[in-house]
């Protein structure tokens, strides 16, 4: 092809954007070429002429985030990503040199170790702000990262610096994205807080996989987010880019609102056989389809991932061009930030360096032995606060229930976060358990150390937020309490059963469930130095034991997962006692029985399964003896996965049905968790192995 002039490069690179999409999905032999196709001039105009976006810096603070929520269309974001220039980035903050996504692996687009998988993972390919693939997912995550931008302005611009902090966040979404209820719950709460800094462009192409959306959706969009409080505008033809201008510039221009753009686009635009075809939503065009394609494109029908000179240079001297100089100056004013503003400066730095500031911890408590105890909320209510108030940027709330779950800041200047004050801390997500771990993603990846707080027994309805965070490996904070059948007369529909089975089987997800008081402060240790990976900290309604620590072991062993609470004197124990939270109290008393009767116990409080697996054998085998194989374990939730410790011939002491509503003290006894209970399967245990 003849070097384009300057009046054709628009096309140009959009069209290069199209039939790189097209040529990787055929490659590949499976994917999405009909969003890409669609959707190039849309991105072309965000990325060309909006986007504050570096690529020779694609983690600059300061930076506008793109989301791509259709991410089954992620050959879209890989063009843009080449075609720009981004380069890659190290898990240490440090500019690699070398381009983020190289042509060879869009190449390999879909391909065992490609950067170019088959839905975009942050974290695998830099330049991507998120992983997206599940529907409705993005557009959530896309609500935290604005709400959380917001915050930083009001945290850190100052007089001089009311710019510091002033990104926008954009994000491409589907007819999939706002059929889901996740997308609703999210837009409802960025509208009431009236977050300006947040864009969402619409694709209304009309198609889903099973064909037309009038199948199964209906509904005016555009009314329902006027409804939210959105501003909404629309264009008509996705290749118009002056009206897809004028659509941002609207957006920039609305203060007091988010923007909705609809754009009305035809999924697999030119081409002749699939334009406007559920054909072209998962799967590749065909080689003859797109042969026709770029004939109408004016393409070279037989050119594979052709890159036509002037594209590279295009957006050079475009996103390129115009992004250095502004992230330059970010970099000059932040000089000039530091100097005036030291300990913000210093806060702004540790915080989008996952570092913790000096002091965090040093009003940790230390509870002192109280065989009344307190229940594991109210012990983590007041460490939370304690870290918080040394820990600026630690902030969140719960899905309308902080007054049961503990997790309301309550020191001075905490203040709510709302539409009126976007400094406070204390955020209110309403009953949006889902929106509220994704918005707790979206303010992960921004850096801000975010919370969420509910019942164990809703934690069902985060579940892919959770999921996305480990897959993600950002060290979100989930509060979840109520943990048991020990929630009592609210019945078997608010007692958790399962649930702890499966948190505990998402992979790179921590639990954590304390003993006592102490086991909390522990906890939230391992929790606030955690740098990748997502926690959730299981915590009792009932009141807990204060253990006496100078009878029985340190809570310290907490960061190891496990530890020998209470040993047999002379540390050979006959038989093992294996719990965590509530019911170790439980198996504390059955092991002071067991004394009594010449029997040598060993108590082993397991917070957390996933820290202890990652021990060494030697310490493993030390808590747990592989000789000792007469064991027992306690948890007042599904016995599922208990087996690994207890052994296929141990004893597991837990809830193989749902549970009922009664007051806790009948619920035990209904179901066999009593410390005779724990110390008569114990000497059962025994015998079978004498």
């Not at 503003?341 to 230390?366: E, T």
């Not at 032995?369 to 709330?397: C, F, H, Y």
């Not at 608010?494 to 304390?514: D, K, M, N, T, Y």
Request: charged share 20%.
């Amino acid at each position: 092809m003849e070097r384009a002039t300057q009046t054709n490069l628009d096309q140009l690179c959009i069209n290069t954007i199209r039939t790189l999409s097209m040529d990787a999905v055929q490659a590949a032999k499976s994917g999405h070429p009909g969003t890409p196709m669609a959707m190039a001039p849309v991105a072309y105009c965000l990325w060309q002429r909006f986007l504050r976006f570096d690529p020779q810096d694609p983690i600059w603070p300061n930076r506008d985030r793109f989301v791509l929520s259709i991410g089954h269309a992620s050959m879209l974001l890989y063009s843009l990503l080449h075609l720009t220039g981004v380069k890659a980035v190290s898990k240490d903050y440090e500019t690699l040199g070398e381009l983020s996504v190289p042509l060879e692996a869009i190449k390999n687009f879909r391909q065992l170790d490609s950067r170019c998988p088959g839905h975009p993972e942050y974290r695998w390919t830099s330049g991507i702000e998120t992983t997206t693939g599940p529907l409705g997912q993005g557009v959530a995550t896309s609500v935290g990262m604005a709400l959380a931008g917001s915050w930083m302005g009001a945290q850190f611009n100052r007089p001089g610096f009311e710019d510091l902090i002033n990104f926008n966040v954009y994000a491409l979404c589907g007819d999939g994205c706002m059929m889901e209820g996740l997308s609703g719950e999210a837009a409802s709460l960025a509208g009431h807080l009236k977050l300006s800094n947040l864009c969402w462009i619409y694709d209304n192409n009309r198609i889903t996989i099973e064909g037309n959306t009038a199948w199964a959706f209906s509904e005016d969009v555009a009314t329902r987010f006027i409804a939210y409080g959105w501003n909404v505008t629309r264009v008509g033809d996705a290749n118009d880019l002056e009206m897809l201008h004028r659509a941002f510039q609207t957006f920039h221009s609305a203060t007091d609102r988010p923007t909705l753009i609809i754009v009305d686009s035809h999924i697999a635009f030119g081409s002749p056989n699939k334009q406007d075809t559920s054909g072209a939503h998962g799967e590749p065009l065909g080689e003859e389809e797109i042969r026709l394609t770029k004939r109408n494109y004016r393409w070279p029908e037989e050119a594979k991932f052709l890159i036509p000179d002037g594209v590279y240079d295009h957006f050079k001297d475009g996103i390129g061009k115009r992004s250095k100089t502004l992230r330059a100056a970010w970099f000059q004013r932040i000089k000039e930030y530091r100097t005036k503003y030291p300990d913000l400066a210093d806060q702004l730095y540790k915080m989008q360096h996952r570092q913790l500031p000096a002091g965090w911890d040093k009003d940790l408590p230390n509870f002192p032995p109280d065989a009344k105890g307190q229940a594991g909320r109210e012990a983590s209510g007041t460490v939370l606060n304690a870290i918080a108030k040394n820990m600026p940027w630690l902030m969140g709330g719960a899905a309308d229930l902080a007054p049961s779950t503990k997790t309301r800041l309550t020191f001075d200047s905490a203040g709510d976060f709302s539409a009126e004050n976007y400094s406070g801390r204390n955020l209110h997500f309403g009953v949006r358990e889902h929106a509220m771990g994704s918005i707790l993603n979206g303010m992960g990846l921004v850096k801000v150390r975010a919370y969420g707080s509910g019942f164990l027994i809703f934690s069902d309805y985060a579940r892919p937020a959770l999921r996305l965070s480990a897959l993600m490996e950002i060290p979100t904070i989930h509060i979840f309490t109520h943990d048991s059948i020990g929630v009592g007369e609210d019945g078997p529909t608010h007692q958790p059963i399962e649930q702890l089975a499966s948190l505990r089987s998402i992979p790179g997800f921590i639990v954590l469930r304390p003993a006592d008081a102490n086991e909390v402060v522990e906890a939230w240790k391992v929790i606030m130095n955690l740098h990748h990976a997502p926690a959730a900290l299981i915590l009792t309604r009932q009141a807990l034991p204060t253990l006496d620590r100078t009878k029985y072991a340190s809570a310290e062993g907490v960061k190891r997962g496990a530890y020998v609470l209470a040993d047999a004197g002379d540390g050979k124990p006959e038989v093992l006692l294996l719990a965590s939270g509530s019911e170790v109290s439980l198996c504390v008393d059955a092991y002071e029985q067991l004394k009594t009767e010449g029997i040598k116990a060993r108590v082993v409080s397991m917070p957390s399964w996933e820290l202890f697996d990652d021990q060494g054998e030697a310490y493993r085998g030390s808590v747990i003896p592989p000789s000792v194989t007469a064991r027992v374990s306690v948890e007042l939730a599904s016995t599922f996965g208990w087996a690994k410790y207890t052994g296929t011939t141990g004893q597991r002491i837990g809830m193989r049905s749902f549970g009922a509503s009664a007051p806790l003290k009948d619920l035990q006894k209904r179901f066999g968790f009593t410390a005779a209970g724990v110390a008569e399967a114990a000497k059962a245990q025994l015998a079978k192995t004498r």
